[in-house]
């Protein structure tokens, strides 16, 4: 079954808590704190795999959770990290993150293009620090040690998208399907009725002996009018050729059983690639007259010839010495004589390569989407929002904020008072003053609520810089 598209939910493992605990030995009566970290959370990865060639995985399983991190001990020994989860998805799937609410997807956190791109789409949770880490020159025994991190969730969409070099596109029993069976080994099923193709089919194309020529091209089912809109499955079909870097007009000079015209054909779905995305007009392409052995097809080649010369012009602004996408040359082929085939692999294999070499450049100086998205999210977490809920409640909403009341132990008085330095430092009770807070205010956080004291005496700052961040 092909499956391209799909929504599932992804949750990284907690992280473990890190321990309170005092070395207590004989002959040593006053041990230090020797409490371990917790384990770090998995992670869950989406990563390329060439060998994966359909999202069907995730037909039926929709939730996937890392493994958490366990708890740190006594004696400085650290909890261990919990696994990964790796899920493996086809080479050109894009990952966006979605919401499930208004069923949307929100923005593209990576394009999966090569064998081996991956992504962290969850972050597991960081270990808790054990109180080893809260000594300072006058604290020598914190009696509190950090819980583990609750681990990040979302939804996400995965959207595979064919990687062609090239694709056929035409409307329905326009022969493209015959046409790839010609030029590769690809075995489409074939018939002699419209949409005999409903899912794309990917063929190699072998052009001379060096293999630098070689190409992947695809086979997109038939187009209708108003494939822009979804009619005819048009955006599950479409959205297969936005990565080819050339595209194979395919036109059937006969007619079809409608007995259609082929150049209002070849416009009408010159209207549905532009509608469906305009740059999709500035894509290379070539278009081919196909079925041509067939009798009293001379005279819709010559129209459509004079058609596609007069867009190859427009396209290169009206100026016949500026390179056009558009290849002025109408190529006429034949499935069954075999007829332009060779030429039509020739032509488009040339320009496949140069493509290419254009592209590498760019390439080689594209940051990786891990990191790009590592750098939002990291962004994402440290904002966040004072709300007025009332003339005397208020309430903080961010990620970071929320983890770190999630991670206080609220039994122990130096965890809380540690809690209320690290919000200080991040500017948390300045902007609770700048909102208008006051003394006395009530302040909810996450399923917490706190009395907002503005005034921070000398002696408070004290208390707060030995106990350190």
Not at 47 to 67: C, V
Not at 280 to 290: G, W, Y
Request: hydrophobic letters at 35%.
């Amino acid at each position: 079954m092909f499956i391209d598209k799909v929504h599932i939910h992804v949750q990284g493992g907690d992280g473990g808590a890190g321990c309170m605990s005092f070395r207590r030995e004989a002959h040593v009566p006053k041990g230090g704190p020797d409490g371990g970290d917790g384990g770090h959370g998995g992670d869950v990865i989406v990563r390329a795999d060439i060998n994966t060639s359909s999202l069907i995985d995730y037909r039926f399983k929709h939730h996937f959770r890392a493994e958490r991190g366990t708890h740190g001990q006594g004696s400085k020994m650290h909890g261990a990290d919990g696994k990964d989860v790796i899920l493996k998805v086809p080479v050109g799937t894009k990952v966006r993150l979605y919401d499930d609410q208004e069923k949307k997807p929100i923005t593209l956190m990576a394009d999966l293009t090569h064998d081996g791109d991956s992504i962290i789409v969850a972050q597991g949770g960081k270990g808790g620090r054990g109180n080893i880490h809260f000594v300072t020159s006058t604290r020598r025994a914190p009696a509190f040690a950090e819980l583990g991190e609750p681990s990040i969730g979302c939804w996400i969409e995965l959207e595979m998208q064919l990687m062609a070099d090239a694709a056929l596109v035409g409307e329905p029993s326009a022969g493209k399907s015959s046409l790839i069976s010609r030029m590769s080994a690809a075995r489409p099923k074939i018939a002699d009725y419209p949409f005999t193709t409903l899912t794309p089919h990917l063929g190699m194309v072998r052009v001379g002996d060096s293999g630098e020529e070689d190409f992947v091209v695809a086979d997109i089912p038939g187009l209708i009018e108003g494939a822009h809109e979804g009619k005819g499955l048009g955006h599950d079909f479409l959205r297969h050729i936005e990565r080819s870097a050339l595209l194979i007009h395919v036109v059937d000079m006969t007619g079809g059983y409608e007995g259609r015209d082929p150049v209002e054909d070849y416009h009408t779905i010159n209207r549905e690639l532009v509608l469906y995305d305009p740059d999709l007009a500035k894509r290379p392409r070539v278009v081919v007259a196909n079925k041509v052995d067939m009798p009293g097809t001379e005279e819709n080649i010559k129209r459509l010839a004079a058609e596609v010369k007069k867009d190859s012009l427009a396209a290169a602004g009206g100026n016949e010495f500026v390179e056009s996408p558009i290849d002025p040359k109408l190529y006429c082929t034949s499935a069954v004589t075999g007829k332009g085939i060779r030429e039509l692999e020739e032509v488009v294999g040339g320009k496949v390569h140069k493509i290419r070499e254009e592209k590498k450049a760019k390439e080689a100086a594209t940051p990786h989407y891990d990191h790009v998205w590592e750098q939002k999210r990291r962004a994402h977490d440290r904002k966040f929002e004072v709300v007025k809920l009332s003339a005397d409640v208020w309430r903080v909403k961010g990620p970071s904020v929320e983890r770190m009341v999630v991670q206080t132990d609220w039994n122990n008085d130096e965890a809380i008072a540690f809690l209320q330095h690290r919000f200080r430092r991040m500017g948390v009770d300045q902007a609770l003053l700048d909102a208008g807070a006051r003394d006395g205010d009530e302040v909810r956080i996450v399923g917490r609520a706190f009395t907002f004291e503005a005034a921070q005496t000398h002696e408070d700052k004290d208390i707060y810089r030995e106990l350190g961040d």
